[in-house]
Every structure is written in C-alpha cells, then in structure tokens.
C-alpha cells in the first residue's frame, strides 16, 4: 500500500466538485432511517435535529440515496433542512434499489437511473441535482458506459449539475473521463481497509482502492471514503489509533478520520451517524493535525494487527 506520509502543514479546509465548492467533511444520510437502513427511525425527530446540527456546524455536503429506506433519508433531508442553505450541496446515488427482503440489488439499466433520478428530485425537492453518482456494479451485466451515458442524457437534459462515480475501479474512472468530467468518486476506503457485513451486502469489492485514490488525487477529484469509520471496526482494529488519540486529547474515531483527511488533500470523509454528539465529533476531527510520524504509524499495519 503507497502510505507514505504527507509532510506537516495546514491541510486544505474546502475541496471543489466543479463549480461547487464544500467543507472537506460531510455527512452520510445512510444512517438516518431504521435498522438495516429500512423504514422510518424510532426517533425521527432525532434525526431532523441531527441534519439541522449538521448544517449549523458548517456542514455543507450531504450525501443521500432514493433507496435509502427507500426514500426515507431523502424525505428526513427535506423535512429538516428545505428551503436549503444556498451552499448546500446534497450528492446522491444511482444505480441501486431495495428489495421487499430488505435486499439490495442492482439498477443500472437506463430507465431504471432515470426513475431513481426523478425519486431523487421528488422526495429532495429539487428542480436539478447537484452531484449525481453513478454506483456501479459489474455484476448486473450492464455497460457500465451505457449506464454512464443514460446519466448523460440527463445531465443535457438539465436534470444533473455534476456527474460522479461509485464503486469504481482505476480503468471505469480512465473511461468515465474520456467522455465527460467527473468531480467525485465514492469507494470504499478507510484505515481499517476491511469491509463490514452491511458494506458487503451493498457494494461489490474495488480491487485497487490506492490506485483509485492516486489517480483522483492526480485529476483533483474529490475522493469520498464510504464506511470511513467501517461502523466501529476501525477502532477495534487497529489500537494504535487509542495511542495517538490520548496524545491528542481526541476519541480513536477522530484520529481515524484526521488520518483520512491527512492521505490526500482530495480526501472528503462522509461519516454518517444518527447522534448529535458523534455529529459534533466527527466535525471535531477537521482540527486534529496529525504528525508525519503519526500518519505513518497509523498507515504501517504490523503483523497481527
């Protein structure tokens, strides 16, 4: 793994995804609705007075799906925050859907993007998206350029501001370029490096997270880690993250997300989370300026850890 550390310095606070520019540090809707990101949460009011915290912090890019709940994260964004803060950047994903089991599966086929799309706008109340991104998944058997061009299609359509990429390998992104801009792409990537059981369920393996990351670097593509946290297994993995989180007077959570912010000026972490005092956290670890030796201590994986 190409780790080696970043010299000292003031990391860049914002990031620009084309003509938008947002904190380099969001949040994640997915854990807004109820168990197994399914159905309405117990507490919605709870989680309205998350999205509201969110955006008083400073937070200004939230990414969200149709199928999260279905429709359920989107309907909690719009109820809590519309009519939006003019630099709101709310991001979403196409090509999923859920299931009557609960299920995740595939939906990539071209009217399937163009219905999600307009679940998109329905429930988040927009007249045009600001940054949609294309989830791939190589198993459903469509193109994945035909499934880009249907987003295309949109885009000319004035439905889409920014197009953007999941769950994509170095050639997809390579290809994606070739035809039209991108300003952001969503992999998995975290210190942990593994995947937890939800992350599996919903997202086919990326081979090469690195190579993904070193080319969005290089283009100044905004690189948004899903799972950046791996829902706890981070903390548990790896306790050197506990060493350096006492010498900084900081929570394990925070230095792990430091870290990510500290890989590459590209890097935009979208912790979700459905308390306000872990909200007030995450935000927390945009302060946290990690030490060379640190970030390479934390990226060198012993043997056994």
């Known amino acids: 793994m190409n780790d080696s550390p970043r010299s000292e310095g003031p990391a860049p606070a914002t990031i620009r995804l084309g003509d938008l520019e947002v904190q380099r540090l969001g949040y994640g809707a997915m854990r807004l609705p109820g ?3 399914w159905g309405d949460p117990e507490d919605p009011a709870r989680a309205r007075q998350v999205l509201r915290r969110a955006v008083e912090l400073g937070i200004n890019f939230i990414d969200t799906a149709w199928y999260y709940g279905p429709l359920v994260a989107n309907r909690l964004i719009a109820e809590a925050l519309h009519p939006y803060p003019r630099d709101l950047v709310i991001a979403t994903k196409l090509g999923g859907k859920r299931l009557p089991n609960k299920g995740w599966a595939p939906a990539l086929r071209p009217e399937e993007l163009r219905q999600g799309a307009e679940e998109d706008l329905r429930t988040l ?54 035809r039209t801009p991108i300003v952001a792409v ?39 880690p899903f799972f950046p946290l791996a829902i706890g297994k981070v ?5 050197v993250l506990a060493t350096i989180a006492e010498a900084h007077g900081a ?3 925070q230095i ?9 000026p590209v890097m935009l972490p979208i912790p979700g989370t459905s308390s306000v005092e872990h909200l007030e956290e995450n935000w927390g670890a945009r302060r946290i300026a990690l030490s060379a030796e640190e970030i390479a201590a934390i990226a060198n994986r012993p043997q056994g850890e």
């Open 235 to 239: 903390v548990r993995e790896r306790p």
């Open 35 to 37: 168990k197994e990101v």
């Open 125 to 178: 109340r927009l007249e045009r998206l600001d940054v949609v991104h294309l989830r791939h998944m190589p198993a459903a058997g469509v193109p994945f350029m035909e499934s880009l061009d249907a987003l295309l299609a949109m885009q000319a359509e004035g439905k889409i501001r920014h197009l953007a990429l999941s769950n994509v390998n170095t050639r997809e992104v390579e290809q994606a370029l070739a």
């Open 186 to 224: 969503q992999n998995m990537f975290s210190v942990s490096g593994g995947a937890s059981t939800l992350a599996r369920q919903t997202h086919s393996a990326v081979d090469d997270p690195e190579g993904v990351l070193e080319l969005c670097t290089r283009w100044s593509i905004a690189y948004l």
């Open 256 to 264: 792990a997300l430091a870290w990510l912010l500290a890989r590459s």
């Open 251 to 253: 929570s394990p959570a």
